[in-house]
């Protein structure tokens, strides 16, 4: 039985095997793990469709897959692996015909060791690699790591993220020379005599280094800014921020303020919830409302959905679920299709002004930043210190004109300086 990549979702065609769990010869049973399989948006899993054996591997970690394509072969059969009583009862006969077929393996392995590989063999994670996480196996695979070496801290033997960060092998010549033939001409000035590692980008990594770029080439994109003076919402969450919890078990934050005051401009301001299709706008009538997160494998935007037919509490618990899910590597394609306007917080990091760059196709996102208190001049004799946050929003030209995107922003500051008017527009 053949072992195919399955349909990976929209848009979703091929992608990278991240790692085997299985090596050639083990039995395997349906429904367990055989390999990570790493695509442009998240990690899956394949699992086996019945029991069997590993015959053959067709597709090493690292190779890049197509969607049916098949990677190996499940059989019928024992497992290759022969107890060392069953290796002493074996007849002298039993041995001798065995040992051309031996010798014909070694030859065999010989042969495959004799071919180099940029990732791990199956064989370099040992039983280890089934005592780490994913991601603690793919951080292991991007520093070099051989998880055989590396010394668990925990009583199972389970090795963790702390245990890769413990654990400082000498560099190895791979990691630290350069290959002057494979230089271009702008390498040639590399200083040879200091220390470099070349590490290859993820296909997560390079597929948002390539939709970033295309969003900045395809779109007139522009960006324009505003404060909030975040008093009131700062209030009403230290008055309320407790019974929230107790009542919603989930926190208050500020996400869902600005995921409302968002969703009440987008309907003053349709243009900015739409995309544009050729030579037409395709204004949306829901509001999809992607939150970007911040996971080990680069920024990705889950979607909220139905945004505006949500509470408070709806809203923070869907965005903590998604965050999550992200830092886990859990993500389903699902939680990222769509989506039609985004808000991203630089803020959490400490930033106090950004030009957030738009999530293609949509046509505009919200930048959150930093709150800072800053004085504020309230009349010509007063001046008050009020805990600020400027926001950006990035827009595309083409279809916003650039008093829709001003006018958008002076909308959203007034419904978080005036947070009762959510529930009006609520």
Partial sequence: MD??????GESITEGTIAAWMKKEGDAVEAGELLLELETDKVNLEITAESDGVLKLIKKRAGETVKVGESVGTIGEGDSLEA????????????????????????????????????TESREGMGNKAYAASPSVRKLARERGLDLEQVKSSHPSGRISHSDLDAH????????????????????TKTDLTKPVERQRMS?????IAKHLVEAQRTAAM???FNEVDMSAIMD???????????????????????TKAVIGALKVFPRLNAEIDGEEMVLKKYYDIGIAVSAEEGLVVPVVRGADRLSFAQIERAIGELAGKAKSNKLALTDLQGGTFTITNGGVFGSLLSTPILNAPQVGILGMHTIQRRPIALEDDKTVNRPMMYVALS????IVDGSEAVRFLVTLKGLLEDPESLLLEG
């Fill in 222 to 224: 522009l960006t324009t």
């Fill in 395 to 398: 827009y595309d030209h083409r």
């Fill in 203 to 207: 296909r997560r990594r390079l597929s």
């Fill in 3 to 8: 072992i195919t990549i399955p349909e990976l």
């Fill in 168 to 187: 400082s092998p000498e560099p190895t010549p791979k990691s630290l020379t350069v290959d002057v033939q494979k230089q271009d001409a702008s390498q």
């Fill in 83 to 118: 107890s060392p009583e069953e290796s002493a009862e074996e007849s002298p006969e039993k041995s001798s015909e065995k040992s051309s077929e031996k010798s014909s393996e070694k030859s065999s392995e010989k042969s495959s060791e004799e071919i180099p590989e940029d």
């Fill in 236 to 258: 009403i969450r230290k008055r309320r921020k407790q019974s929230f919890a107790e009542k919603h078990d989930v926190n208050l934050g500020f996400m869902s303020f600005f």
